[in-house]
């Protein structure tokens, strides 16, 4: 098959891309963008490593074609550091040891980065239901849970919603 | 050693994951993540589609012709041995006549692309000449086909401790396997340089392995190949012995390309063509006296060893060395056969058989409370190790450490463990559809390689004359924190904050001839390599403060990051740079072995290891009798680690191993057709615990106040494989709840994984069998 040029807008930026159609979100990003962050773990869409958010709602990168994604704003885990600081959620992961070989780590930044926008205190109940579709074999998934509560946490603080405009 | 310090990062803090800023950003890297050179080749592999079979013909001649095609090998194509055996010289590369096993690489084609390496794949014709396949233990075992010789433990005269026993019961149980379930897959990247050198990236507990096995498949020797690892995302053991065949694979075809290249399973072929935790078959027939004390027990663990050796011979020990628990068994013959099956070698898994063995003895513990009508902890407090007698391991090792009834007693009473008890009673009585079902699983676990000669480690270090230091150690780093407790380790003998320590991947041209990162000793062994190599080190720079500072070498003082000779001080620093001005190595390789080990591997007699890891666990069940479905409502955790190296680091492993665990005894399910094909081949199929599979309520602590009476790195003990057993607890609750639908008058029957459907036909049995025995009162 043939490839085909088309333009993706991704962290923000417009890039020019030039792949085959069949080509997925994941593997564009991955191979020509090398934007390695988005981390391929069972290829199928259950394991949720391959994390991103388009239009701000996480998506399973390896179950979207790169090219369907033209005119949406795609969001890696390359972009949720600001300035050089941790957003609050990876602040949590780094601080609570929500991690052991990282390889889900980005997936799950992701998949709470929109998450919590949208349920700004949620219980630890529906945290582990949001938590359902990234698998993570190391951790046992207790101080993901925790990381989670405390982003949420510091995100509800009054002194830092002063800052965030 | 000291340990009280006001540095940052000492030894004993909750210091974070090395990796802890790559991790959340995205920007630590993976071997698959690294910038491919120009020419860079991936290969796809063909495979068998067949469990056995002769291989008739092979043409590959559509296939070396196809679009971007650089090279197709097989068998015949291998320079050198077509052989990657661990242990014996019985594994092929690629295949050579005959295939065993679904998914045996029969041919590799490396090409400019993935997709391109497929399509060829896609024009292999592979003639096979099918054969009757062996696909299940019980063939095996009755064929008598092993990968090798069975082995056989026996102490005391068991036979006639059995017969003579008051009591005597024989049972049946058995196991499933369970894939590793890596979230990053087997890679390895083959980098060809002059004079034939290779270096080899590989995704590897066992660099030493994967160096060893590239330079015997390419015919050259070892000090041609260098092989790095920076980090894997997960290993768990099917990264010990299996990357060497994908390294080796590259690795050839790298150096007949002269191109770089790399391989990278996806994710259904890696979980088809690895190997995986062994299933087992037990069959047991045990003698005992009116207290449930075990006078003779005779146990047969038949393993689903597959189609080669592999590391089975040592999994196999393991499982015998552990089926005592933590129990004494005066009398005892343990009996293992590795039963040769067409199914894709089992390897290394967390536990390496001792999961298993401890599932058989506490099925027989179970078995024993219900013939006697006691509970099962009454049994076990019979049977539990003693302190100065009755304290003799199958395998003639004096148990020296035991804490375990201390352990045991110390969880129950601050969990309430009565209280719960009878909490689960009322519960019980007053549901007809859910029954809750509780049990306690004590656990002791042999630390060190069951091999005596695998428990040696090397570090190198250097002192930066900026007073930066490198640390380097033959440890791989699969998340499990490893390389982060190294560094405490440097950064307290030199007393030096632990971000003046540079991290560094694990290659063979810095530490040669290494052990692989398993069987939980990847920090005692390690740990103490640099614990050497960095007092070398320091005891030269206190001789230049010595002389510098006019004292003698007992007055110097390494102190938050200087050195003090009384009230003079130099910067740590600075000491590096005078060390050097004074022409003075500041440079060290460190050594270790541990010390007391011996083994006969026929007679499975010694003294395999240094010390033992105790932990306990309780976990709260319920299951749903019309469904079958089943729910840890709590567990409870004690564990021993020592003087932790790194709490917060433990607790992670842990929480992790107890799920994994966890996972291995109630969602994972291995199914393989009739063919010989595995159905269960990704996380759609295959379930490994989610995030609302873990226990609702999970209290984990570490015991506190117990240093290792061996003298290990500062007196802690290894943690990363002991906890998994713990999860036996969520088993035996499970088969507690089951039992509990007919008030333990009879013991369940139920193997794992106990997944809905296994409890379901467990709970109907089970009511099935009460309900012929009440019938037959009556009459």
Redo the contacts between chains.
């Keep these: 098959m043939s490839n085909i040029s088309f333009q993706l807008t991704v962290n923000g930026v417009a890039r020019e891309v030039l792949v085959e159609p069949r080509k997925l979100l994941s593997d564009v990003l991955r191979e020509d963008l090398r934007l390695t962050g988005t981390h391929v773990g069972c290829e199928h869409g259950v394991c949720g490593a391959c994390t991103v958010q388009v239009d701000g709602r996480p998506m399973r990168s390896c179950l979207l074609f790169a090219v369907q994604m033209q005119g949406n704003q795609i969001t890696t885990i390359e972009a949720v550091m600001k300035n050089g600081e941790y957003s609050p959620m990876q602040q949590a992961l780094h601080d609570e040891h929500g991690l052991q070989c990282g390889f889900c780590t980005p997936g799950i930044v992701m998949t709470f980065e929109a998450y919590l926008k949208e349920n700004p205190d949620p219980t630890d109940e529906e945290i582990a239901e949001a938590l359902s579709g990234n698998l993570c074999r190391c951790t046992g998934y207790q101080n993901i849970i925790k990381a989670v509560r405390m982003a949420a946490a510091k995100m509800n603080s009054p002194k830092n919603q002063e800052v965030e405009p | 050693m000291s340990v009280d310090s006001d540095i940052v990062g000492a030894v004993h803090a909750?210091v974070?994951?090395d990796?802890?800023?790559?991790?959340?950003?995205?920007?630590?890297?993976?071997i698959?993540?690294m910038?491919m050179l120009p020419g860079t080749l991936e290969v796809v592999l063909v495979t068998s589609p067949h469990p056995h079979a002769g291989i008739v013909s092979i043409d590959v001649s559509a296939a070396r012709s196809a679009d971007g095609v650089r090279a197709v090998m097989s068998a015949d194509d291998i320079p050198g041995v077509n052989d990657v055996g661990p242990v014996f010289e019985d594994e092929p590369v690629l295949a050579a006549g005959f295939v065993d096993y679904v998914g045996a690489p029969v041919v590799a084609i490396a090409a400019d692309s993935y997709d391109q390496a497929r399509n060829a794949a896609a024009l292999v014709t592979v003639e096979y000449d099918v054969r009757p396949a062996v696909l299940e233990i019980e063939q095996a075992l009755e064929q008598e086909l092993y990968t090798y010789p069975p082995q056989f433990m026996t102490i005391g005269e068991p036979e006639a401790a059995i017969a003579k026993a008051s009591h005597r019961i024989d049972g049946e149980v058995r196991c499933g396997g369970q894939d590793?379930?890596?979230?990053?897959g087997h890679i390895a990247m083959a980098i060809p340089h002059d004079n034939g050198d290779l270096d080899v990236y590989s995704s590897t507990q066992h660099p030493s392995e994967v160096q060893h096995g590239v330079a015997h498949v390419l015919g050259v020797p070892t000090n041609a190949v260098t092989v790095e690892v920076r980090?894997?995302?997960?290993a768990?053991g099917g990264k010990e012995s299996q990357a060497t065949i994908f390294a080796a694979i590259a690795a050839v075809l790298a150096d007949r390309c002269g191109q770089p290249v790399k391989i990278r399973l996806?994710?259904?072929d890696d979980m088809i063509m690895t190997g995986k935790r062994h299933d087992f078959l037990f069959r047991y027939d045990v003698g005992f006296d009116d207290d449930g004390r075990i006078e003779g027990v005779d146990i047969l663990m038949a393993m689903r060893s597959g189609n080669v050796a592999d590391l089975s011979p040592g999994v196999l020990a393991r499982a015998l060395c552990h089926a005592d628990n933590c129990y004494y068994l005066p009398n005892a013959r343990l009996r293992g056969y590795p039963c040769k099956t067409n199914t894709v070698s089992n390897t290394a898994f967390r536990g390496f058989g001792g999961p298993q063995g401890m599932l058989v003895i506490e099925t027989v513990i179970e078995h024993i409370a219900r013939t006697l009508g006691r509970s099962v902890d009454e049994v076990r407090a019979v049977n539990y190790y003693g302190a100065e007698d009755r304290n003799v391991t199958p395998y003639q090792q004096r148990v020296k450490d035991n804490i375990i009834v201390a352990l045991v007693d110390r969880l129950r009473s601050e969990i309430d463990f009565d209280g719960m008890l009878q909490a689960v009673d009322s519960f019980n009585a007053s549901h007809e559809t859910l029954k809750k079902g509780i049990a306690m699983m004590p656990v002791k676990f042999g630390v060190s390689f069951n091999t005596p000669k695998l428990n040696q480690a090397g570090a190198l270090v250097h002192v930066y004359t900026d007073g930066s230091v490198h640390l380097n150690h033959g440890g791989t780093e699969?998340?499990?924190?490893l390389f982060t407790k190294v560094a405490q380790v440097v950064a307290s003998v030199f007393e030096i904050d632990l971000d003046n320590i540079k991290i560094s991947s694990t290659r063979t041209d810095k530490v040669p001839n290494t052990s692989a990162t398993a069987a939980s000793s990847g920090s005692d062994l390690n740990g103490m390599a640099a614990f050497n190599a960095t007092n070398t080190i320091k005891a030269r720079m206190a001789e230049v403060a010595a002389s510098h500072f006019e004292t003698s070498v007992d007055a110097i003082e390494f102190r938050q990051n200087r050195v003090y000779a009384g009230n003079e001080s130099l910067s740590f620093a600075d000491l590096a740079q005078l060390t050097w001005d004074e022409r003075v190595s500041l440079s060290a390789t460190g050594y270790y072995s541990t010390p007391g080990l011996h083994w006969d591997a026929k007679s499975l007699i010694g003294n395999p290891f240094y010390y033992f890891a105790y932990g306990a666990a309780v976990s709260q069940v319920v299951i749903d009798t019309l469904t079958g479905e089943s729910r840890v409502l709590r567990t409870d955790i004690l564990q021993d680690c020592g003087n932790s190296l790194n709490p917060?680091?433990d607790?992670?492993q842990i929480?992790?191993?107890?799920?994994?665990g966890q996972g291995w005894l109630t969602s994972e399910e291995l199914v393989w057709d009739e063919s010989g094909r595995l159905l269960t081949h990704?996380?759609?199929t295959y379930k490994?615990?989610?995030?609302?599979d873990?226990p609702r309520e999970?209290n984990?602590h570490i015991l506190e106040d117990a240093p290792n009476r061996e003298p290990t790195i500062f007196r802690s003990k290894a943690v990363g494989e002991p906890p998994l057993m713990l999860a036996l607890s969520v088993w035996l609750a499970i088969r507690d709840a089951v039992s509990r639908v007919v008030d333990h008058r009879h013991m369940p029957h139920l193997d794992a994984p106990a997944t809905p459907e296994a409890i379901l036909m467990a709970v109907d049995d089970i009511r099935r069998r009460d309900s012929q025995t009440t019938t037959a009162a009556k009459v």
């Design positions: 909750k974070r994951h990796s802890a800023r790559g991790h959340v950003t995205g920007e630590a890297r993976y698959d993540d910038p590793h379930f890596y979230l990053e980090r894997m995302g997960g768990f996806r994710r259904d699969m998340g499990q924190g917060a680091i607790l992670g929480e992790g191993a107890f799920i994994q990704g996380p759609s490994i615990p989610g995030s609302r873990v999970f984990v």
